[in-house]
């Protein structure tokens, strides 16, 4: 059993940077490939990123490319989503997300954190 905890969101200006953080609990962390989604209001939750077990390998939608970087920290237990350039489209509940197996084939989620980007 993973519970995943994110955190970091809040109210930014068009431009600005805020960074996600989603903190798992369990000894298997290390194991599970982790990855961002977002839903904002009236949409689909859609792909964000995802960072492999071992960080040898990222994907990115290409909405958020080069705007965007997904890392992990396995001896703390935590990934992270520094997202800079923010604009207003970006608005949306982020969520984090473990799979152990296949890219996108998820185990676990979190509850999410609201971001609000202002024009």
């Known amino acids: 059993q993973v519970q995943l905890v994110e955190s970091g969101g809040g109210l930014v200006q068009a431009g600005g940077s805020l960074r996600l953080s989603c903190a798992a609990s369990?000894?298997?962390?290390?194991?599970?490939?982790m990855e961002w989604f977002r839903q904002a209001p009236g949409k689909e939750r859609e792909f964000v990123a995802a960072?492999?077990?071992?960080?040898?390998?990222?994907l990115y939608a290409e909405s958020i490319k080069g705007r965007f970087t997904i890392s992990r920290d396995n001896a703390k237990n935590t990934v992270y989503l520094q997202m800079n350039s923010l604009k207003p489209e970006d608005t949306a509940v982020y969520y984090c997300?473990?799979?152990?197996?296949?890219?996108?084939?998820?185990?676990?989620w979190g509850q999410g954190t609201q971001v609000t980007v202002s024009s």
């Open positions: 960072i492999s077990w071992n960080v040898a390998n990222r």
């Open positions: 997300a473990a799979a152990a197996g296949s890219w996108h084939n998820i185990d676990y």
């Open positions: 369990g000894r298997t962390f290390s194991s599970y490939a």
